[in-house]
């Protein structure tokens, strides 16, 4: 059963692969009964906008409460930040008498974790995200916050953007005075990473974008940053990237939608390859893992961000893991499949070796 609805996922994300290729008859078939079914706008597989301003999402809002997983051991809890606006988050924390196979002793390094959807869907309380989340944990031996930030269209960007800052705000503050107990008993801030795939890579980028130019409290820093198959689009194709103009103007107007015309296609929000050399060298981390699926439409992006930050003379290390013959986020669905095994590694070793990297030059 859970692989025919992994597999059904799976499908879905792989014809979101072109993140909206245009459809001629964007109406799917009638499913409102007051608005018509006229719509508005499709972000094809995520939602469908209907002009009676009503929205339906085909995928990612089933959630699972916090719990203590069997199979790992790792914790979780869900936290309400600010009750006004809605934000919360999802914490987690490894089982640390089970914790040898990783180094646990003392305190852990900290996963700030922003979900993919597009902007649009999915939740920190997702299936989907509760078993990356649990694996991450347990595997890298870290306390993760994942955070809950609204979604477009009820909420366009930049608001997906500021929950995300007051959420990794948040976590400096419990960290060094609480009350949070987990973070202020187990959180070592000078292991701080942000994580996140397709959208929230495209977060965890602006996150660290923020904290260069404007630095975070206390002079806190981020070690590095994991963006997993990130979603970044601009006016002009980088290498290999499809010149179909009608994709481009789909993928034009589908951010449009998710930021309702805030920021242009070449806006650096999403399209950080056009940022001079200057601007990219203000990019708040010591470390950049970038991911990409040799199938996903997006791995183009992905590349060129690697490309024009090493190109840019940036101080830190950027890395980019190529995983080939898969599609976009293969390993939110594809979990048990060796190459999202491997590609978890990876992330974990990016986590975990930013440790040793960290006492070399203490020591030097
Ligand atoms: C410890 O971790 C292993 C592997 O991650 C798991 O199989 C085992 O159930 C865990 N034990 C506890 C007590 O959580
Ligand atoms: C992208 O979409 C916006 C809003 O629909 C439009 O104003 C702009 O001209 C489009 N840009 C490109 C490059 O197509």
């Known amino acids: 059963m859970a692989a025919s609805i992994s597999s059904a996922l799976l499908l879905l994300l792989n014809m979101a692969g072109a993140l909206l290729s245009p459809r001629a008859s964007p109406a799917p078939a009638s499913t409102g009964a007051d608005d018509g079914g006229d719509v508005e706008f499709l972000f094809f597989p995520f939602l469908v906008l209907y002009k009676s301003g009503r929205v339906e999402r085909f995928m990612g809002t089933d959630t699972v409460p916090a719990s203590t997983d069997p199979v790992t051991g790792?914790?979780?809890?869900?936290?309400?930040?600010?009750?006004?606006?809605?934000?919360?988050?999802?914490?987690?924390?490894?089982?640390?008498?089970?914790?040898?196979?990783?180094?646990?002793?003392?305190?852990?390094?900290?996963?700030?974790?922003?979900?993919?959807?597009?902007?649009?869907?999915?939740?920190?309380?997702?299936?989907?995200?509760?078993?990356?989340?649990?694996?991450?944990?347990?595997?890298?031996?870290?306390?993760?916050?994942?955070?809950?930030?609204?979604?477009?269209?009820?909420?366009?960007?930049p608001a997906g953007y500021d929950d995300a800052w007051v959420a990794l705000l948040w976590v400096l503050k419990n960290a060094r005075s609480g009350p949070e107990p987990w973070l202020s008993r187990h959180a070592d801030l000078t292991r701080l990473f942000l994580v996140g795939d397709s959208a929230g890579g495209n977060i965890a980028h602006n996150m660290a974008m923020r904290a260069g130019r404007d630095g975070l409290p206390g002079g806190a820093t981020i070690r590095g940053i994991a963006l997993l198959d990130p979603f970044f689009l601009g006016k002009r194709p980088v290498p290999s990237e499809t010149r179909d103009p009608?994709?481009?103007?789909?993928?034009?107007?589908?951010?449009?939608?998710?930021?309702?015309?805030?920021?242009?296609?070449?806006?650096?929000?999403?399209?950080?390859?056009a940022m001079a050399s200057e601007e990219w060298r203000r990019l708040g981390c010591a470390r950049v893992l970038v991911t990409v699926a040799g199938l996903d439409t997006?791995?183009?992006?992905?590349?060129?961000?690697?490309?024009?930050?090493?190109?840019?003379?940036?101080?830190?290390?950027?890395?980019?893991?190529?995983?080939?013959?898969?599609?976009?986020?293969?390993?939110?669905?594809?979990?048990?499949?060796?190459?999202?095994?491997?590609?978890m590694e990876a992330v974990v070793a990016f986590i975990n070796s930013d440790q040793v990297i960290t006492a070399s030059r203490m020591d030097a």
């Not at 490309?307 to 293969?330: C, D, I, K």
């Open 74 to 157: 790792v914790a979780s809890k869900d936290v309400v930040i600010d009750a006004g606006g809605g934000l919360a988050v999802r914490l987690y924390m490894p089982n640390l008498a089970n914790c040898t196979a990783v180094r646990c002793a003392g305190k852990l390094p900290v996963v700030v974790f922003y979900h993919g959807g597009g902007f649009v869907t999915e939740s920190a309380f997702s299936p989907t995200y509760q078993r990356y989340l649990n694996a991450l944990v347990s595997k890298a031996g870290v306390l993760a916050v994942s955070v809950d930030y609204r979604l477009a269209p009820e909420h366009p960007l």
């Open 298 to 343: 997006l791995s183009a992006r992905g590349r060129a961000y690697v490309e024009a930050l090493r190109s840019s003379r940036w101080g830190g290390e950027v890395e980019l893991y190529e995983t080939a013959g898969e599609n976009h986020v293969y390993f939110l669905v594809k979990t048990d499949c060796e190459k999202a095994a491997k590609e």
């Open 246 to 273: 009608e994709v481009r103007r789909a993928r034009n107007r589908t951010w449009s939608f998710v930021c309702a015309g805030r920021y242009g296609i070449d806006d650096p929000v999403i399209n950080p390859v």
